[in-house]
């Protein structure tokens, strides 16, 4: 399968063929994606909440980012990687914007780079880290670095100001140089709308039919513990059986039942004698 590049991505739009991207952080994960023949990987900022236990994306930083962008990269081959760049390496200038993202290029081997929000700054930098040579996904509607700004986690684009900012971020992305945006968390009527309205693909999470969807590898597994938000669906159980197996090895051990003795390794009785002899003289 060759590796999938920009120009396949974009040609989606007009041919219909679903784009699947999904979330990695780590190795196993970025493997399973590869196997499955997933299109695209975002090493994305929610990695802070559901592999390093941070109660928010805002608390992570661009090193631990880094660290597992590249067991990502390692581990995969033809999917596209898009790295997020975290909450706090982008907002002061347009030139720390580009110090970031080409971190997230040369140390980690992304393809891209995604930056959330389309407001005047957020353009400027898209625009900075394009004129730089580094492809950016954007990201509009629920952006979850700065959801206090937005009144939390919750829909964005449900009235009639928040759907024509949803529109003028999305339209400003893309004329600032972004190739494709991820839209959270949105109506599919205003997604209907945008699909109709830009050249570039969308990536829906929450925002029903478009070029392509993504989702949190967690979530989609079933390893998120307590409630997903509503546009989760669960395809596997991973974290229930995962939880069943560390049990099972638990009873084994405290049985005695593990290890057993075809999971032992033998010895001959001379070796037997001088570990008994050593000990003797110890």
């Given at each position: ?166 529109i003028e971020e ?35 999470i929450g925002a ?75």
């Open positions: 399968m060759p590796k999938v590049t920009i120009p396949s991505l974009i040609e989606r739009k007009s041919t219909g063929e679903a784009i699947v991207m999904v979330t990695a952080y780590d190795y196993p994960g970025a493997r399973a994606a590869e196997r499955a023949g997933v299109d695209m990987v975002l090493v994305g900022d929610s990695g802070a909440q559901v592999v390093l236990g941070y109660s928010a994306t805002a608390e992570v930083t661009v090193d631990e980012m880094l660290m597992l962008a590249k067991a990502v990269r390692r581990g995969t081959d033809t999917p596209f990687l898009v790295c997020d760049v975290p909450f706090g390496s982008t907002e002061q200038s347009d030139a720390q914007a580009v110090a970031t993202a080409v971190r997230f290029v040369k140390e980690a081997g992304a393809d891209a780079v995604k930056l959330e929000g389309g407001g005047p700054s957020q353009l400027s930098r898209i625009s900075a880290i394009v004129a730089a040579g580094i492809p950016v996904v954007a990201h509009v509607g629920l952006t979850p670095q700065t959801a206090t700004a937005l009144g939390g986690l919750r829909a964005q684009g449900r009235t009639e100001a928040s759907a024509a900012r949803v999305a339209v400003g992305a893309q004329r600032a140089g972004a190739f494709c945006v991820v839209v959270e968390a949105v109506p599919s009527e205003v997604t209907a709308v945008l699909r109709e309205t830009l050249d570039v693909p969308i990536i829906g029903g039919p478009a070029e392509g969807q993504v989702l949190v590898l967690h979530d989609l597994l079933g390893v998120t513990e307590g409630r997903t938000a509503k546009f989760v669906k669960t395809f596997g159980t991973i974290g229930v059986d995962t939880v069943a197996a560390i049990s099972a090895y638990a009873d084994e051990v405290r049985s005695g039942a593990f290890p057993a003795a075809e999971h032992q390794y033998a010895a001959s009785p001379e070796a037997v004698e001088a570990a008994r002899g050593a000990a003797r003289r110890a």
